[in-house]
């Protein structure tokens, strides 16, 4: 646990408590540099105009769908960290390169928005972003040297880690991340289970294991953000988030790099598993920056179960 004399651990800030990990200074200002960001991001979010990209506001001026201004604002941020080799977002088509490894030691991939379409409902979104050190970004997420996610709902939390423990970090009065759980750890099995995708095209191993969650007892608890779902799992500390294969959609819809590995570094830092079904998703080894993976993430033996039934249709 961080302790430091005269602070209670509520007064922890997301820089200090970074500088009290094993890593290196440019890491510790890159997180912070994208906890910065954010900040502008949660603007947007609150206040932006809901407009389409391409359209314009009251005052003729052009309007960006958010996920692009949310892209446009972490983008310009990392290109003057002063320490980033290459970037590639979910709203770029290739990446982005900013400097050569001496200047850039890390390379970062990011969702800026994921869950945009929930913003006009007003449901919960988030960022969610992987960094690994140098300037390849084609590696197994088992690489991944960071990973994080800022969640913008009635409050908004960052949660990270470095290899070393998850921790969450919300935000205070005065914009500041302060820590509020550390060493966040998921118990081995669950009762909530979050199921992306329409059920009558799951395969039939993964109707049966839900039938078998739901007779068990877990309940259904899905937003369709996959930020606060992950969330809601993790910080429970028992449940499965998946977005299985479907008919038709083999690999699902979640994207290896902007959303599957860096979520499931953090489950698995906690204590948890993340699956396609048949492999380790940290293990996949990217081959196109938009590749796609079905995933069972969350509560350990969940994962294995989910793992048996599907080996089992
Ligand atoms: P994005 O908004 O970045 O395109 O991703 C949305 C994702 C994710 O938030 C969620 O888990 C999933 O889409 C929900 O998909 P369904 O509407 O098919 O359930
Ligand atoms: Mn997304
Ligand atoms: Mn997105």
Redesign the pocket.
């Known amino acids: 646990m961080y302790k430091e004399p005269g602070k209670t651990k509520f007064q922890i800030e997301l820089r200090r408590h970074l500088r009290a990990q094993d890593i290196p200074d440019d890491l510790v200002h890159l997180i912070c540099e994208i906890a910065e960001a954010c900040k502008y991001v949660i603007n947007a979010v609150r206040t932006g105009d809901l407009g389409v990209a391409g359209t314009s506001n009251l005052y003729g001026e052009e309007q960006l769908a958010l996920?692009v201004l949310s892209d446009r604002i972490i983008k310009k941020r990392l290109i003057h960290s002063g320490v980033v080799c290459n970037m590639v977002s979910?709203e770029m088509d290739e990446i982005f390169h900013v400097s050569d490894e001496r200047a850039g030691k890390y390379s970062v991939a990011y969702?800026p928005?994921?869950?945009?379409?929930?913003v006009d409902v007003n449901l919960a979104?988030?960022t969610i972003v992987s960094i690994y050190q140098g300037c390849d970004l084609m590696q197994e997420g088992s690489r991944q040297v960071a990973a994080m996610y800022i969640l913008y709902g009635p409050r908004v939390s960052l949660v990270y880690t470095v290899g070393n423990g998850v921790h969450e970090f919300t935000m205070n009065h005065l914009n500041e991340f302060t820590l509020t759980r550390e060493n966040v750890t998921m118990k081995p099995s669950g009762d909530i289970y979050s199921p992306?995708?329409?059920r009558n095209k799951y395969l039939p191993g993964v109707e049966k294991y839900v039938q078998h969650l739901e007779a068990k007892g877990a309940k259904l608890r899905?937003s369709?953000?996959?930020?606060p779902?992950i969330n809601q799992v993790l910080m429970k500390g028992k449940g499965l988030?998946m977005?299985p294969m479907l008919n038709g959609s083999p690999n699902g819809?979640?994207?290896l790099l902007?959303?599957l590995n860096p979520m499931a570094y953090i489950v698995e830092q906690a204590g948890g598993a993340a699956s396609t079904g048949t492999c380790r998703i940290l293990d996949i080894k990217p081959e196109s920056l938009d590749q796609r993976a079905p995933v069972f993430i969350g509560c350990s033996e969940d994962v294995e179960l989910a793992k048996e039934f599907l080996n089992a249709q």
Not at 224 to 227: A, D, H, K, L, Y
């Open positions: 996920d979910e969702d928005l994921d869950g945009s379409s929930l979104v988030g992306g995708g329409q899905y369709g953000g996959f930020v779902d988030f977005y819809k979640l994207r902007y959303e």
